[in-house]
């Protein structure tokens, strides 16, 4: 079984800063990407910034500039530094890895809170 945990979130004033850590354990192998997804209150969840197993990333156009995605391999973990926080990043933010082959899965974090207040 593999368990993805969470962890950094919290309440923060606009301008500041927060970094969230994901940490994988369990069976898990052949990580071929990770990443942060968000989803606000009423909202889809959207991607926020991914990283691929070549150190490819990608940001959603409204973080770029502001969050970096950053991998530990040797600890199965992935961080989001997001600095320059504003009101509209409040979110249920997720983290997410696709891993294994040839079958793929699929794994998600059980969410963590950012609030940023104005």
């Known amino acids: 079984q593999v368990q993805l945990v969470e962890s950094g979130g919290g309440l923060v004033q606009a301008g500041g800063s927060l970094r969230l850590s994901c940490t994988a354990s369990g069976s898990i192998f052949n990580i071929y990407a990770m990443g942060w997804y968000r989803q606000a209150p009423g909202k889809q969840r959207e991607l926020v910034a991914s990283v691929t197993s070549g150190g490819t990333t990608n940001y959603a156009d409204s973080v770029k500039g502001r969050f970096t995605i950053s991998r530990d391999n040797a600890k199965i973990t992935i961080y989001l530094q997001m600095n320059n926080l504003k009101p509209e990043d409040t979110a249920v933010y997720y983290c997410?890895?696709?891993?294994?082959?040839?079958?793929?899965?699929?794994?998600w974090g059980q969410g963590t809170q950012v609030t940023v207040s104005s």
């Open positions: 997410n890895m696709g891993w294994g082959g040839p079958n793929r899965f699929s794994s």
